[in-house]
């Protein structure tokens, strides 16, 4: 090879290594938002003059050492069409680093009457900053985690069970 063959392919060789290594980091922080909360919830129950109220005890981790989310809101779906939105029973709550909450006052979810229709909701929880994506709680009634991502939990978990550092 001559002289700008090599030099060439050395200038290429190091921007291809350069991005590689820019999109292995983009990747890992992707990673670490995309697990960091876990939500899961059960059914909560009370009669009240013979009509049943039903509302969601959640139990919300952050497995992040470093960052702390801000809750905004609750929405209850059935078969993706809304049913109602909670804006007001987790709103502002901040879930510290490395903190798992559980004390949250949630207000009864309206037209549910039966544990039937209560375990056909499907629940999401937003963030302040509009994600919500990751968020749907695993409990009675839901549909599960894609492959994918039990997938990205499993390599968390497996991850932090050998206590690899990976923040």
Do not use: C
Not at 37 to 66: A, C, H, M
């Amino acid at each position: 090879m001559n002289f700008w063959q090599t030099t060439w392919s050395n200038v290429l060789g190091g921007i291809g290594a350069g991005l590689f290594f820019v999109f292995m980091y983009i990747f890992v922080q992707w990673f670490l938002q995309a697990t960091d909360l876990t939500i899961s919830y059960n059914w909560g129950f009370r009669e009240v003059e013979g009509v049943l109220f039903f509302w969601p005890n959640f139990d919300i981790r952050n497995r992040s050492r470093s960052k702390s989310y801000r809750l905004a809101n609750i929405a209850f779906t059935r078969n993706g069409q809304p049913h109602w939105f909670d804006n007001g029973s987790i709103w502002g709550v901040v879930i510290e680093p490395g903190s798992m909450n559980h004390d949250f006052t949630i207000v009864p979810v309206r037209n549910v009457t039966s544990l039937e229709e209560a375990l056909s909701l499907e629940i999401t929880v937003r963030l302040q900053t509009g994600r919500a994506f990751w968020l749907r709680g695993q409990g009675p009634g839901q549909m599960g985690r894609s492959r994918f991502q039990r997938a990205l939990f499993a390599i968390r978990a497996k991850l932090e069970s050998w206590l690899i550092a990976i923040e």
